[in-house]
T-cell receptor, first 111, second 115 residues
Framework: GENVEQHPSTLSVQEGDSAVIKCTYS??????FPWYKQELGKRPQLIID?????GEKKDQRIAVTLNKTAKHFSLHITETQPEDSAVYFC??????????FGAGTRLTVKP | GAGVSQSPSNKVTEKGKDVELRCDPI?????LYWYRQSLGQGLEFLIY????????KSGLPSDRFSAERTGGSVSTLTIQRTQQEDSAVYLC?????????????FGEGSRLTVL
């Protein structure tokens, strides 16, 4: 089955700096890669996703890149703000298979 | 309702007792998932329901865990003879998409503490 590894487990940046979180996956059949944000005490919510037919996707200050050959994908947050502080989870899945989540990255943006 | 609803939000129980956790998915969502989130950990898949198909129970950690989904809507996760290691947040999610292809909408979770 799919195995997703995520790093770093914690990340602290200064407000305005960029943050990058990286994930690797094991199943070459995986073709859907979402990222979820979970604020303290709240539910995880989808912030961006990418499918295997594209290499990069952007939405304002967040972007995700995918390298299918190397089986890794990354989340990039630019111009970080304190409200970006949360736990971020990557995930990978193939059609009709489990969605496997990474262990999460706790991002702290210091004002 | 507007989102996935879970109850209770918090449950404290004594070791050995049974507990039931409820999930009310978004209306019309045919897919329903249960995940477990231990303190500081990722999301561990437990069970998946899709319409009237047989559920995928491959993630249930032991035979003390079971789940059902009545009428293709509300789901109940039951943990029998609870153990301290069962303490975690149990998250339910529903989706319109086929498995593995689209957004999951999570509930706020049920925090279980086994004393």
């Amino acid at each position: 089955g799919e195995n997703v590894e995520q790093h770093p487990s914690t990340l602290s940046v200064q407000e305005g700096d960029s943050a990058v979180i990286k994930c690797t996956y094991s199943d070459s059949a995986s073709n859907y890669f979402p990222w979820y944000k979970q604020e303290l005490g709240k539910r995880p919510q989808l912030i961006i996703d990418i499918r295997s037919n594209v290499g990069e996707k952007k939405d304002q200050r967040i972007a995700v890149t995918l390298n299918k050959t190397a089986k890794h994908f990354s989340l990039h947050i630019t111009e970080t703000q304190p409200e970006d502080s949360a736990v971020y989870f990557c995930a990978a899945s193939a059609h009709n298979n489990d969605m496997r989540f990474g262990a999460g990255t706790r991002l702290t943006v210091k004002p | 309702g507007a989102g996935v609803s879970q109850s209770p939000s918090n449950k404290v129980t004594e070791k050995g007792k049974d507990v039931e956790l409820r999930c009310d998915p978004i209306s019309g969502h045919t897919a329903l998932y249960w995940y477990r989130q231990s303190l500081g950990q990722g999301l561990e898949f437990l069970i998946y329901f899709q319409g009237n198909s047989a559920p995928d129970k491959s993630g249930l950690p032991s035979d003390r865990f079971s789940a059902e989904r009545t009428g293709g809507s509300v789901s109940t996760l039951t943990i029998q003879r609870t153990q301290q290691e069962d303490s975690a947040v149990y998250l339910c999610a529903s989706s319109l998409a086929n498995r593995g292809t689209g957004e999951l909408f999570f509930g706020e979770g049920s925090r279980l503490t086994v004393l």
